[in-house]
């Protein structure tokens, strides 16, 4: 697109009036100048239509990530993935190693759904739902505005010297930073411990729980260093999915675009000026677009790496526009073929070969979790356990482990399914109570009459039955008995 944009540019102007540099803008990142030192970015304080509903989706997802930890389904966390002890609870549900190919499958699902979500609109994802996003641009960055003012203060205060008002202010932000980050780290182990947890180190305090206090410090540390120096850094330089948009985009994606056939030939604003007339374009150069761009770009440059569809260069835009009695959607949502060639946005064979793989893998998923089962037995010989005979039976002997996957309590019971005639003989009582989410390990006996058994070793099948008689699993093995000359 920018090589087209280029050459309609030239076209307009027929080589007078605006210079139009060449595109060096490609060969680095917008934040850094030629010698490779960082270019600080001072974004205007952004207004508008669309800044509005971010900040409301904002706020919709920081009450989530807040009050999420604290929310619980039949007595289990919502969200918990504790790796080091390996708990795994998702919507309420408890996940076990056993269930790993139900949650890669998920993995799977969800980055096709990504792949899916970037080849119908771009980015979006960057500057609506992203955390970066809305930890820099909805908490620090409004923190920044509130302490030392909007772009020009900014501008003007890290000019100056390290004066009495210098000080205080950026040792208050950077107080308030160390303390959000702070806030940060610990609901982020709640989401890995369990809130309880949590609450019980910070009373213990760190010289009870030394390395869970140095934990949360480099944690701490990081969130700060990202969100106080690093900021726009991680979209452009660290995140894989800003690299990703640039093989998924392409000219039916729908993203925040300059429309250069109206904007150009782009000229300074006089009033009264009829600027059609004049072969000039909506564009009237004011460099708002410019100013308030949390990434440091000119979108009027093109679809760039950097740009995070943060919408923010569409409000500044359309303010502009309305000052000028001008209509509004210079920079919008497009595709770039509605630009270029003013052809609406349609569902494109990839995109539906997309939805198609998505709608199967969902479906898939489903029916796995939908088939998992409450409960999981397995019967293991002992490791160089044999049979015996006694009153005319053989017995072997097993050691169960149950896994209760359930969100209730049950009382279960055991049986041989095949062959028939097998008897149980428990350390227990008759039957196990199992609690919710609980592991047992147990030994049991199996006896079967000497007639039965016609084999050295022969096949069973032992289930596990709930009070009501329901089959809850079933685990096939073997059992072992005198060896027999078969004629």
Known sequence: MADEQQS??????????QVIEAETFRDSVGTMD???????????????????????????????????????????PLLLINILDRQF????????????????????????????????????????????????????????????????????????????????????KWGIYILISLVITHWMFMYIVGYKEVFRIMQEGPFVNLTNFMVMILFTAAFYFTFAWFREQVCTLVCPYGRLQGVLIDKQTINVYYDFKRGENRAKWRKGEDRKAAGKGD????????????????????????????????????????????????????????????????????????????ILMVAFLGFLLGNRGSMEAKFIKPAGASYFVRDGKITNTYNYTFLNKSNKDQKVTIKVIEPQHGEISLSESG?????????????????????????SKQNVKIGVYDESGKLLDSFDTYFEGPFKIQF
């Open 89 to 172: 609870f998702i919507l309420g549900q408890p996940f076990y190693p056993q269930d790993f190919f139900i949650l890669a499958l998920g993995a799977i699902t969800s980055i096709v759904f990504i792949i899916l979500f970037t080849v119908v609109f771009g980015r979006i994802f960057c500057g609506w739902i992203c955390p970066q996003t809305i930890f820099m641009e909805m908490v620090f960055r409004k923190i920044e505005y509130a302490i030392e003012g909007d772009r020009n203060k900014q501008m003007k205060l890290d000019r100056q010297e390290w004066n009495a008002e210098k000080i205080w202010k950026r040792f208050l």
């Open 8 to 17: 309609y540019r030239e076209e307009l102007m027929g080589g007078e009036g």
């Open 283 to 358: 564009c009237i150069d004011c460099n708002q677009c410019v100013v308030v761009c949390p990434t440091g770009i000119d979108i009027r440059d093109g679809q760039q790496l950097e740009c995070v569809n943060c919408t923010a260069c569409i409000d500044a835009c359309d303010e502009v526009m309305v000052k000028v009695g001008l209509p509004k959607g210079l920079i919008r949502y497009a595709t770039e073929d509605e630009i270029e060639k003013e052809v609406p946005f349609k569902f494109t064979s990839r995109m539906k070969a997309y939805t198609a793989v998505l």
């Open 431 to 455: 039957t196990i109570l199992m609690k919710k989410d609980d592991m047992i390990r147990g030994t049991v006996n199996i006896s079967f009459p000497e007639k039965e058994i016609k084999l």
């Open 34 to 76: 030629q010698t490779g030192k960082r270019k600080w970015v001072f974004p205007r304080k952004p207004s508008g239509k669309y800044t509005n509903y971010r900040t409301l989706v904002a706020i919709l997802l920081l009450v989530v990530f807040f009050v999420l930890p604290f929310v619980k389904i039949h007595g289990n």
